[in-house]
């Protein structure tokens, strides 16, 4: 009961910031980019005859460039919205009148942890939504497996917010964003070294990439969402930056869920300890 | 905190008082279950302090109440209200008296974020209230609050006792503390140095302060049948005394013997003195 009562107010309170709407506003402006850059594609592939194959490879890697830009986004926003959330309402004393209530601490933050995700989720179906609509409509492209890419890239999501959640019971608002922003850029950096190895053929670059996504799995998460959404022959190509080079295994995503899981857990049982 | 040991009777008004850093906040927050202490054990209504259960007995007023800025106090009083388990029918008939007898209902529909500090400290004694609990902590209630909010206040807290509510008071104000508690008991360095029953202490010692003329040895002599620590200076004598009843006689007594008296003033020793004696004049409130 707590539990709803929590998600229900943080849902409200996370709606309620001008960053979600600052987000939606940026992530409205990237699908009318993404509608206009593919309109004049397609006049350019019918001013030049450009033969079908091309034109569908050349959708295909706009279609996910757009998505990979939506994924960042919810990444992001995930972040800023919730890196305030635990940290900065122990540091302000509002959680004094919270956590006197009767409700265990676990239903506090957990039911926290629902609302955002909930807001997260919306935010995904509407710009990741949108981004295949305008594909579609514009290019007449569509990716494959566009539920389990949703799915991938909400996964992703939930796990920088479990680890926000969770350095968030221990460090202050700014500490916490700085620590969980350098663990995804550093996942970041892991991954397109990872991917930089289809080119170079360097197997210790696969070892690099492989240990910073055990580190911080989320870029993972996004490749194995770029393989899922790719037809087949445009994942093979080498020459594009979303190349099925190295693909993250089904181990490697269940690695991811239980990477979170683990979080959501630290973050429960240090909350449940601290003195607030 | 070092052998803090404090015990509230049932249905009492109860001020913790003690100088800045003493540790009265920190007390309340392990009583709460905020604060772990690192030994010893604490009981709240018969229960280990801090558990869910005796939450729900319990209400709480944090020293300086913030909350979601966005929220209405109709709406803050809801999640509170739901927070400890009521129904929305309860809330429904709980809220709108809730909000009129901390003089926020003119100011329902309005956002928090346009509330003074005054206002925010009624929601937040409001929010305490919401599920009428048998215990409740309030830290510095009338700390932000003008003349009138302060008798509000101590209006409230006076209600709630009269509903058989404990009330549980730190504050910096004596003089409120002083109309509004029975029992007061004053910490020092984590530890409580003494406590005492107002209801008794207002009925207590009286210092008498007599300017006058022909203050003969005799006359100070025969003052030792009402009173004690008497002094003389020039034309004025003082004494201590510990019943009203014997200020007549005394002045009697006075006039009697031929002194000309120009003044006669009995002085009750306030919980401002009281304090500074025991805490020493330096410690500051």
């Known amino acids: ?276 | 905190m070092r052998n803090l040991s404090l015990e509230v009777r049932r249905g009492s008004i109860f001020g913790f008082l003690g100088p800045n850093g003493a540790g009265k906040s920190t007390s309340i927050k392990m009583l709460l279950g905020l604060v772990r202490p690192t030994s010893g054990e604490a009981f709240v209504l018969g229960s280990p302090a801090g558990g869910v259960e005796v939450r729900r007995k319990i209400g709480f007023l944090p020293e300086h109440f913030r909350f979601y800025e966005w929220l209405t106090p109709a709406e803050l009083l809801h999640l509170h209200g739901r927070l400890c388990g009521m129904s929305a029918s309860q809330l429904r008939e709980r809220v709108p008296p809730l909000l009129d007898m901390v003089g926020l209902a003119p100011h329902r529909d309005k956002h928090i974020h346009d509330f003074s500090k005054g206002m925010m400290q009624r929601i937040g004694l409001a929010q305490a209230l919401i599920h009428e609990p048998e215990l409740i902590f309030l830290d510095e209630p009338t700390s932000g609050l003008d003349p009138m909010g302060r008798r509000l206040v101590r209006d409230v807290i006076r209600s709630q006792r009269e509903r058989g509510a404990t009330v549980f008071l730190n504050s910096h104000l004596l003089g409120e503390v002083e109309v509004t508690c029975d029992h007061v008991a004053f910490i020092k360095d984590g530890e409580v140095v003494a406590s005492h029953d107002l209801r008794i202490f207002g009925q207590g010692e009286i210092r008498v302060v007599v300017r006058g003329r022909n203050f003969t040895t005799q006359v100070v002599a025969g003052l030792a049948a009402w009173g004690t620590g008497m002094n003389l200076e020039g034309e004025q004598l003082t004494f201590t005394t510990s019943s009203r009843d014997a200020l007549p006689d005394v002045l009697r007594h006075l006039v009697a013997a031929g002194s000309e008296i120009y003044e006669f003033t009995p002085e009750r020793a306030s919980l401002e003195d009281l304090f500074v004696r025991i805490m020493g004049e330096d410690r500051g409130l």
Request: glycine share 10%.
């Open chain 1, 1 to 276: 009961m707590g539990c709803w009562t929590m998600a229900g107010i943080t849902f409200r309170e996370a709606a309620r910031k001008k960053i979600l709407w600052t987000a939606l506003l940026a992530g409205l402006a990237c699908l009318v980019l993404f509608g206009i850059a593919m309109k004049y594609q397609m006049e350019d592939f019918q001013t030049r005859a450009t033969a079908p194959f091309i034109r569908y490879q050349i959708l295909s890697a706009m279609l996910m460039l757009g998505l990979y830009t939506v994924d960042l986004l919810a990444v992001v926003v995930t972040i800023l919205t919730s890196v305030d959330t635990i940290a900065g309402e122990i540091s302000s004393g509002t959680i004094h009148a919270i956590a006197t209530k009767p409700i265990p601490r676990w239903q506090v933050l957990i039911g926290k942890w629902t609302g955002f995700a909930c807001m997260i989720a919306a935010y995904v179906a509407i710009i990741f939504g949108g981004m295949i609509a305008v594909g579609y409509w514009v290019g007449g492209v569509t990716p494959e497996n566009p539920l389990q890419g949703a799915l991938l890239v909400c996964l992703e999501c939930l796990l920088a917010l479990s680890v926000t959640f969770m350095f968030g019971t221990w460090f202050s608002t700014l500490t916490n964003g700085i620590i969980v922003l350098g663990l995804l850029g550093f996942a970041f950096m892991g991954g397109w070294l990872e991917q930089m190895s289809g080119f170079t053929e360097s197997g210790r670059l696969v070892a690099v990439g492989i240990v910073s996504s055990l580190l911080m799995p989320s870029e993972a998460i996004w490749r194995r969402a770029a393989f899922e959404m790719q037809a087949p022959l445009a994942g093979s190509l080498p020459f594009s930056p979303f190349a099925n080079v190295s693909i993250p295994s089904m181990t490697m995503i269940g690695y991811a869920g239980f990477y979170l899981l683990i979080s959501l857990v630290i973050a429960v049982y240090h909350f449940h300890l601290r003195d607030l």
